[in-house]
Nanobody, 128 residues
Framework: EVQLVESGGGLVQAGGSLRLSCAAS????????IGWFRQAPGKERKGVSC???????YYEDSVKGRFTISSDKAKNTVYLQMNSLKPEDTGVYYC??????????????????????WGQGTQVTVSL
Protein backbone atom coordinates (compact mmCIF):
# COMPACT_ATOMS: atom_id res chain seq x y z
CA GLU A 1 0.00 0.00 0.00
CA VAL A 2 1.33 3.39 -1.03
CA GLN A 3 1.73 5.70 1.95
CA LEU A 4 2.87 9.30 1.74
CA VAL A 5 3.51 11.76 4.55
CA GLU A 6 4.17 15.41 3.78
CA SER A 7 5.92 17.86 6.07
CA GLY A 8 7.80 21.13 6.01
CA GLY A 9 5.08 23.65 5.38
CA GLY A 10 4.71 26.88 7.29
CA LEU A 11 4.29 30.62 7.16
CA VAL A 12 6.91 32.58 5.24
CA GLN A 13 7.22 36.08 3.85
CA ALA A 14 7.28 36.69 0.12
CA GLY A 15 10.74 36.09 -1.24
CA GLY A 16 11.49 33.47 1.37
CA SER A 17 12.13 29.74 1.06
CA LEU A 18 10.73 26.48 2.35
CA ARG A 19 11.61 22.85 1.76
CA LEU A 20 8.83 20.32 1.74
CA SER A 21 9.40 16.62 2.36
CA CYS A 22 7.35 13.64 1.25
CA ALA A 23 8.24 10.42 3.07
CA ALA A 24 7.12 7.48 0.96
CA SER A 25 6.60 3.82 1.80
CA UNK A 26 4.90 0.75 0.42
CA UNK A 27 6.36 0.82 -3.07
CA UNK A 28 9.60 0.65 -5.01
CA UNK A 29 10.80 4.18 -5.46
CA UNK A 30 12.40 3.70 -8.87
CA UNK A 31 9.22 2.26 -10.40
CA UNK A 32 7.03 5.25 -9.61
CA UNK A 33 6.45 8.80 -10.67
CA ILE A 34 6.12 11.08 -7.65
CA GLY A 35 4.65 14.53 -7.74
CA TRP A 36 3.86 17.59 -5.69
CA PHE A 37 0.47 19.24 -6.05
CA ARG A 38 -0.96 22.44 -4.67
CA GLN A 39 -4.50 23.31 -3.76
CA ALA A 40 -5.06 27.01 -3.27
CA PRO A 41 -8.14 28.19 -1.36
CA GLY A 42 -11.22 27.77 -3.52
CA LYS A 43 -9.29 26.26 -6.40
CA GLU A 44 -8.70 22.83 -7.86
CA ARG A 45 -5.66 20.79 -6.94
CA LYS A 46 -2.93 21.37 -9.51
CA GLY A 47 0.40 19.74 -10.32
CA VAL A 48 3.47 21.76 -9.33
CA SER A 49 6.33 19.38 -10.06
CA CYS A 50 6.75 15.70 -10.80
CA UNK A 51 9.73 13.42 -11.13
CA UNK A 52 10.67 9.85 -12.02
CA UNK A 53 13.87 7.92 -12.63
CA UNK A 54 12.71 7.25 -16.18
CA UNK A 55 11.41 10.67 -17.29
CA UNK A 56 13.33 13.16 -15.20
CA UNK A 57 11.48 16.20 -13.92
CA TYR A 58 8.55 18.39 -14.88
CA TYR A 59 7.64 21.82 -13.54
CA GLU A 60 4.50 23.83 -13.91
CA ASP A 61 5.31 27.11 -15.66
CA SER A 62 4.72 29.39 -12.69
CA VAL A 63 7.34 27.63 -10.55
CA LYS A 64 10.09 27.10 -13.12
CA GLY A 65 13.37 28.55 -11.90
CA ARG A 66 12.06 28.87 -8.34
CA PHE A 67 11.18 25.33 -7.24
CA THR A 68 13.36 22.23 -7.39
CA ILE A 69 12.16 18.66 -6.92
CA SER A 70 14.66 16.06 -5.75
CA SER A 71 14.80 12.73 -4.02
CA ASP A 72 16.84 10.79 -1.51
CA LYS A 73 16.33 7.15 -2.39
CA ALA A 74 18.07 5.93 0.74
CA LYS A 75 15.42 7.75 2.77
CA ASN A 76 12.55 7.11 0.32
CA THR A 77 11.86 10.81 0.47
CA VAL A 78 11.05 13.38 -2.19
CA TYR A 79 11.70 17.05 -1.55
CA LEU A 80 10.37 20.26 -2.99
CA GLN A 81 12.73 23.19 -2.47
CA MET A 82 10.76 26.37 -2.90
CA ASN A 83 12.62 29.65 -3.31
CA SER A 84 11.49 33.18 -4.10
CA LEU A 85 8.07 32.35 -2.76
CA LYS A 86 5.10 34.46 -3.81
CA PRO A 87 1.69 34.91 -2.17
CA GLU A 88 0.15 32.97 -5.06
CA ASP A 89 2.17 29.92 -3.95
CA THR A 90 -0.08 29.73 -0.88
CA GLY A 91 -2.03 26.51 -0.51
CA VAL A 92 -2.00 22.99 0.82
CA TYR A 93 0.75 20.96 -0.80
CA TYR A 94 0.23 17.26 -1.36
CA CYS A 95 2.42 14.55 -2.77
CA UNK A 96 1.25 11.57 -4.75
CA UNK A 97 2.77 8.55 -6.43
CA UNK A 98 1.76 6.48 -9.42
CA UNK A 99 3.30 3.75 -11.53
CA UNK A 100 0.96 4.48 -14.44
CA UNK A 101 1.99 7.90 -15.67
CA UNK A 102 5.02 9.83 -16.80
CA UNK A 103 6.01 13.12 -15.22
CA UNK A 104 4.06 15.51 -17.41
CA UNK A 105 0.98 13.31 -17.54
CA UNK A 106 0.96 12.96 -13.78
CA UNK A 107 1.34 16.65 -13.07
CA UNK A 108 -1.39 17.57 -15.54
CA UNK A 109 -3.86 14.71 -15.23
CA UNK A 110 -3.47 12.98 -11.85
CA UNK A 111 -5.92 15.24 -9.96
CA UNK A 112 -8.61 14.27 -12.49
CA UNK A 113 -8.25 10.51 -12.16
CA UNK A 114 -11.09 8.59 -10.56
CA UNK A 115 -8.61 6.72 -8.39
CA UNK A 116 -6.11 8.85 -6.49
CA UNK A 117 -3.98 8.44 -3.42
CA TRP A 118 -2.87 11.46 -1.41
CA GLY A 119 -1.00 12.23 1.75
CA GLN A 120 -2.55 14.49 4.37
CA GLY A 121 -0.95 17.61 2.91
CA THR A 122 1.09 20.40 4.41
CA GLN A 123 0.01 24.05 4.52
CA VAL A 124 2.19 26.71 2.93
CA THR A 125 1.26 30.33 3.53
CA VAL A 126 3.21 33.13 1.88
CA SER A 127 2.52 36.61 3.23
CA LEU A 128 3.31 39.96 1.66
Amino acid sequence: EVQLVESGGGLVQAGGSLRLSCAASGFTFDDYTIGWFRQAPGKERKGVSCMSSRDGTYYEDSVKGRFTISSDKAKNTVYLQMNSLKPEDTGVYYCAATSRMGVQAMCVMYPFLTSQSWGQGTQVTVSL
